[in-house]
């Protein structure tokens, strides 16, 4: 029966995740086509769709009670809780999905690919902790930790990167700059 009730505080997150996937897909069908778009609009993605999943999230939070249990059942009980442990890491993760899929347009996708590892790797680690301790809120908040992190790197990765492209864009400026004064 927990495991029904984590089940559904996960599906809850993903339905929740809707809006900042459909963000994603769209914004890596502009970035396919012409990567510039991707640099020029990410911040701006980013924020709609962390504000739009916020938003979404606290509706959903702010549902009282007695309507998810006349919805799920009374066995559901602690899905309303769970939900609100997994809150931080859905919108961290929704943030992040815009960077992800800017990644898989730009073929980066081994940033991707970095960020799920350690995110398995940290969930492993924060499961083993917390789940003995803390039943399913413990398997809620060590997905919401998960989350976070990868997160985390996923934004670290993509300011690094932003530094590379600035750093090869003045190579380039200064290179044609002193070309073209040798002409």
């Known amino acids: 029966a927990l495991l029904g009730v984590f089940s559904l505080a996960i599906s809850l997150a993903e339905a929740v995740w809707m809006f900042s996937r459909s963000i994603s897909i769209i914004h890596h069908s502009e970035v396919s086509r012409e990567e510039k778009m991707g ?50 890491g859905i919108i961290a993760l929704s943030g992040a999905r815009v960077i992800s899929h800017y990644f898989s347009a730009i073929k980066k996708v081994h940033f991707n690919t970095m960020s799920s590892a350690m995110g398995s790797i940290i969930i492993i680690m924060c499961s083993l ?41 003045l190579i380039s400026v200064n290179i044609f700059t002193f070309l073209t004064f040798l002409h």
């Open 39 to 88: 640099l020029k609009n990410n911040k701006k993605l980013i924020k709609v769709s962390f504000w739009g999943t916020a938003a979404i999230l606290f509706i959903a939070l702010l549902l009282p009670d007695s309507l998810y249990l006349s919805v799920f059942g009374d066995e559901f009980r602690e899905v309303k809780s769970l939900f609100f442990l997994l809150g931080p």
């Open 129 to 169: 902790i917390l789940v003995p301790r803390m039943g399913i809120h413990g398997a809620a908040l060590a997905n919401c930790i998960s989350w976070m992190s990868s997160a985390l790197i996923i934004f670290i990765q993509y300011r690094n990167l932003k530094k590379i492209i600035q750093v090869v864009y």
